[in-house]
């Protein structure tokens, strides 16, 4: 999951209290779907021991009991990857000539230790508020509640006039696991297509306070691509040292890449999440984004602007070191500096162009190669007043008061590999999570309770309105 609502900062966005949570699980409905998310929670999908095959078969089995053929659901995996596999189920619509809609979330999590945690990570606790367990928050809240919509449509009988696909996939958390999103996009098209997907991505932003603040509507992502960096030199003994320095020589090419700003790049969505938060922010930082909306050459709104880190982010592709590796002894001359790039490339933007400009930055004396898997261009989807319109006359119903901007994540999900095949991905509000992102990816994960609720409730009737 990308790390985006940890650092939206809205200012003076008004704020609406959440109510009391006493009546979360009463409702018969609310039981049958914790069943689901416990069941999902519980089952461990990390890489290493985990299997989204399993999780993915409890889920097809739930929805068979729910009255779904055997034709409307169909697994997959690979034989190099047994463990994780995943599904997709189909309802299909009472009007072919509407294009389909997919939901798609991922069951795979990131690995936990137990003795780092305080709780079992693969036990579902409920304590002060909060589900505390890996895959809480991200993204078994998601796939639950879609599964959840899946199986209540289907035993009341619901018949939409747009065909509504589920995809429950692997691989999302892990660059080189197998990634069951971009398998289905590129060997099942067919049995993913659809107008547009809905997708992790966007949510609730909370004050500290446990107050709602602002709804995220996500359109659209940046591409994570790694580059390898390499200096090599013959080296030798350390006590007769040379001007060629494989050390030296890489970390000249790092500190280039560090002073290297990309240029700023804007979206009709960027523009937007802009425009909202120039509103928003008081005195100098509201006047900034109005000056650098107008001109994006402005260099002074610009470096008031990017004093905000996510705000940075927004702006422009943006590239930085996370690993380092140098050196064979202590007495010797390195014979090899390597080094890794992690770059979050800008929608439109390529992998070969910040490669090529990376080369540039690097010098004659490091090499630097783009590693694999390499994704795709990352392809923004429209503001289409199709998605945007209901998103928002629904909020208005579940959560009255609370703004909703559109938004893109400076992170990155599976939804790169359907926009790359034609199909708009959307991350949809609805959840309200901290701004630690509820601790996912980290210790003590946790979803709140009410939150999780309210959400799951929003997510039903939003499907419905599209689907309707």
């Given amino acids: 999951m990308r790390a985006t609502l940890s650092t939206i900062l809205l200012g003076t966005v008004a704020a609406a209290a959440l109510t009391p949570a006493a009546s979360a699980q009463e409702r018969p409905d609310q039981k049958a779907f914790f069943e689901i998310y416990k069941e999902l929670v519980e089952t461990n999908t990390t890489l290493s021991v985990g299997s989204c095959t399993q999780a993915a078969a409890q889920i097809g089995a739930r929805l068979k009991a729910a009255g779904y053929a055997d034709t409307d659901i ?15 189920a189909v309802l299909k619509g009472s009007n072919a000539r509407i294009k389909p809609m997919l939901l798609l979330a991922h069951l795979d999590v990131v690995e936990a230790k137990r003795e780092d945690w305080t709780r079992d990570p693969f036990k579902l606790v409920e ?36 065909t509504i696909k589920l995809a429950l996939t692997c691989g999302e958390e892990t660059t080189f696991a197998f990634n069951g999103a971009e398998w289905l996009a590129k060997n099942k098209p067919d049995l993913i297509a659809a107008e547009f997907a809905l997708n992790e991505g966007g949510g609730g932003l909370l004050t500290e306070q446990g107050e709602r603040k602002t709804l995220f509507l996500q359109v659209g992502e940046k591409a994570a691509q790694n580059f390898k960096l390499v200096a090599t030199n013959p080296g030798g003994h350390s006590s007769q040292p040379t001007p060629e320095n ?6 000249d090419a790092l500190k280039a890449v560090q002073g290297y700003e990309f240029p700023i790049r804007f979206t009709d969505t960027t523009r937007a999440f802009f425009a909202g938060n120039a509103a928003a922010q008081p005195g100098p930082m509201g006047d ?22 996510t705000f940075h982010s927004v702006l422009r592709t943006t590239c930085v070191a996370t690993l380092v590796d140098a050196g064979h002894a202590e007495n010797a001359l390195p014979q090899r500096a390597t080094a890794n790039v992690n770059c979050r490339i800008f929608p439109g933007e390529t992998v070969d162009a910040t490669l090529a400009k990376l080369k540039e930055l690097a010098g004659p004396k490091v090499t630097v190669t783009a590693n694999q898997p390499i994704r795709p261009t990352a392809v923004p989807p429209t503001l289409d ?17 609370t703004p909703i ?19 708009p991905v ?4 609805g959840m309200f999570i901290g701004a630690d992102i509820n601790g996912a990816h980290g210790l003590n994960e946790r979803m709140n309770v009410k939150s999780l609720y309210d959400g799951r409730d929003y997510l039903f009737d939003l499907v419905k309105t599209y689907a309707g």
Avoid: C
Wanted: charge should be positive.
């Fill in 74 to 88: 169909t697994y997959f995996a690979v034989p190099d990857h047994p463990k994780e596999g995943g599904l997709v």
């Fill in 127 to 162: 304590e002060g508020g909060y589900y505390y367990a890996r895959g809480s928050t991200d993204d078994k809240g998601q796939a639950a509640i879609w599964s959840d919509a899946m199986i209540r449509f289907k035993t009341g009988n619901y018949r939409p006039k747009r």
């Fill in 246 to 251: 494989a050390i030296y020589q890489l970390s």
């Fill in 288 to 309: 900034a984004i109005k000056r650098l909306l107008a001109n994006p050459a402005d260099t002074e709104a610009n470096a008031v602007v990017s004093s905000n880190k």
């Fill in 385 to 401: 007043p199709k998605i945007l319109g209901p998103a928002k006359a629904v909020a208005a119903k579940h959560f009255p008061g």
């Fill in 405 to 423: 901007l559109p938004m893109m994540s400076t992170g990155a999900t599976d939804g790169v590999f359907l926009e790359a095949v034609g199909i």
């Fill in 426 to 429: 959307y991350g949809v509000p």
